[in-house]
């Protein structure tokens, strides 16, 4: 196997898996393989579960249970109300299904969340074969639908989504006021059909237009290679995702690599936007000593319960993390337990800030709440929600890696000043051009560059940026942010971890 380069500048699939960083979790989230922690993750799951088996007037009788007689009599009260007395009709399901998400939706938790019947089937058949869709992890945030991070290899990751970009309208129609589930729906589509998506950008101040084709989102999480830095043979192990086949390809990862006397490891996290809590736990349990915890779950009571491994001794090589602003839950989980519990430095930017846990909880008829039932805490009690973990060396990637698509609808040219000047400035000094500025003002000197630039691909040199010389800029920046001879990240990764 070998580590296929990211495009950095461009981590729940959209066609698969939503809400923040792998908040889908299953009913197996908090299943584990160490024994010391068998039980308490028995109790963890023991409710959910049960519910699950009961019969329909049990869990009746289960929920009913859960709140006073009043407060569901009143609920009752509002249904017979409205079906009896609306002019609207109103279709008894829907009363009973908007009552779930509206109850839901004044928790302000966007992790929290209700699939109807259907919705929950394509979830999982999506999440048991093959994705199709752009390949994008998203959020709701602020009630707008917003990227965590693109899957690697996805056609988000192609077209230059980037994490925290908010998309606004899907083929021209908005997205305002839709819950997430409705706006993925219109999002989402078969392989070789295109999407156009309006994306709202921090530090832009139009939207942007973003084509995409939709295409099968790779299943792979787990790629690997080696490099040798001053005569030191370092491996790289990369996570794109934490399913439920991540932990058996490190396992097997690992195994390769320690097989060809690797001097040190890199463990690489960026663009990951979490998934499930067993696969990050086992594959902590390779590093993590026993003697304090890697990660601890504290409960709406305030109850922390910490797991541990039962390993007695650390690897014989050095390791080192890296994160970037697109690593989120369980990659988080991964970098803060390296680092608290391991020692092990952290190389990149600040990740994205995701400390809570849902579960799934079936409603009996094949609709079910996803509920945020824990906050996670790092080994040494830090919550990092809305917070994000802090690199310890921290490493930017060169500007033009955080450049955004160029679209050209008018001609750039001289005396002209706007956002698009500056984002085509930023690529061209990328490209070892000299445009004199980036702040946007189309100058002599950056006419001069678009010039050179237009001679040394063989295009008329006008000097102006019209479609086809934005088209070409583009086309190069993503070559040079794809050559791993620019990743600054990984070469500082290389050189903390054998310094």
């Known amino acids: 196997m070998n580590v296929r380069t990211r495009f950095v500048a461009i981590i729940v699939v959209l066609a698969v898996l939503i809400g923040a960083a792998g908040s889908y979790v299953g009913m197996q989230y908090f299943g584990t393989t160490s024994d010391d922690n068998s039980d308490q993750t028995a109790n963890a799951d023991q409710e959910a579960e049960n519910f699950a088996s009961l019969s329909e007037d049990e869990q009746k009788e289960f929920i009913e249970g859960l709140s006073n007689g009043a407060d569901i009599e009143k609920v009752e009260q509002a249904y017979n109300v409205i079906q009896e007395n609306s002019l609207i009709e109103a279709d008894k399901s829907q009363l009973v299904e908007g009552a779930i998400e509206g109850m839901l939706e004044t928790l302000d938790d966007p992790y929290s969340t209700y699939m109807d019947k259907e919705t929950m089937e394509e979830f999982d058949q999506s999440i048991e074969s093959s994705f199709q869709g752009i390949g994008a992890e998203v959020s709701m945030v602020n009630e707008k639908v917003t990227v965590v991070a693109p899957i690697k290899g996805s056609p988000a990751e192609e077209a230059g989504l980037k994490p925290n970009d908010q998309i606004l309208e899907v083929d021209g129609e908005?997205?305002?006021?839709?819950?997430?589930?409705?706006?993925?729906?219109?999002?989402?589509?078969?392989?070789?059909?295109?999407?156009?998506?309006?994306?709202?950008?921090?530090?832009?101040?139009?939207?942007?237009?973003?084509?995409?084709?939709?295409?099968?989102?790779?299943?792979?999480?787990?790629?690997?290679?080696?490099?040798?830095?001053?005569?030191?043979?370092?491996?790289?192990?990369?996570?794109?995702?934490?399913?439920?086949?991540?932990?058996?390809?490190?396992?097997?990862?690992?195994?390769?690599?320690?097989?060809?006397?690797?001097?040190?490891?890199?463990?690489?996290?960026?663009?990951?936007?979490?998934?499930?809590?067993?696969?990050?736990?086992?594959?902590?349990?390779?590093?993590?000593?026993?003697?304090?915890?890697?990660?601890?779950?504290e409960d709406s009571e305030g109850e922390v319960t910490e797991y541990a491994s039962e390993l007695k001794e650390k690897k014989d090589y050095p390791i080192t993390i890296l994160q970037d602003e697109g690593s989120a839950s369980a990659s988080e989980i991964l970098s803060a337990a390296m680092n608290e519990a391991g020692g092990y430095d952290i190389v990149g930017t600040k990740s994205f800030g995701k400390g809570t846990v849902q579960q799934t909880i079936p409603m009996g008829d094949g609709s079910t709440i996803k509920l945020t039932l824990y906050k996670w805490l790092t080994p040494e009690g830090n919550w990092i929600h809305e917070e994000g973990i802090e690199p310890t060396v921290e490493v930017e990637q060169p500007e033009y890696f955080y450049t955004n698509p160029v679209e050209i609808e008018e001609t750039l040219s001289y005396d002209e000043n706007n956002e698009q000047i500056e984002n085509v400035q930023i690529m061209l000094k990328g490209l070892g051009y000299d445009p004199g500025r980036t702040d946007g003002y189309f100058s002599k000197e950056t006419q001069n560059a678009v010039s050179e630039f237009q001679a040394s691909e063989g295009m008329k040199e006008t000097g102006e940026v019209n479609e086809e010389t934005g088209g070409k800029i583009q086309e190069l920046i993503v070559e040079e942010v794809r050559s791993e001879e620019n990743d600054r990240q990984m070469e500082k990764a290389f050189e903390v971890l054998f310094n």
């Open 174 to 297: 908005s997205v305002e006021g839709l819950d997430l589930y409705d706006a993925v729906s219109k999002i989402r589509g078969e392989k070789g059909t295109e999407v156009t998506l309006t994306v709202e950008r921090p530090g832009s101040s139009e939207p942007l237009t973003v084509d995409l084709v939709r295409d099968d989102i790779p299943l792979e999480t787990v790629y690997t290679d080696t490099k040798t830095i001053d005569g030191n043979k370092a491996g790289v192990i990369e996570i794109t995702s934490f399913s439920k086949e991540t932990s058996k390809e490190f396992e097997e990862a690992l195994t390769e690599l320690e097989g060809e006397d690797i001097d040190g490891l890199v463990i690489d996290v960026r663009g990951n936007p979490g998934g499930l809590f067993t696969d990050v736990q086992d594959i902590l349990e390779e590093f993590i000593t026993d003697d304090q915890p890697y990660v601890q779950i």
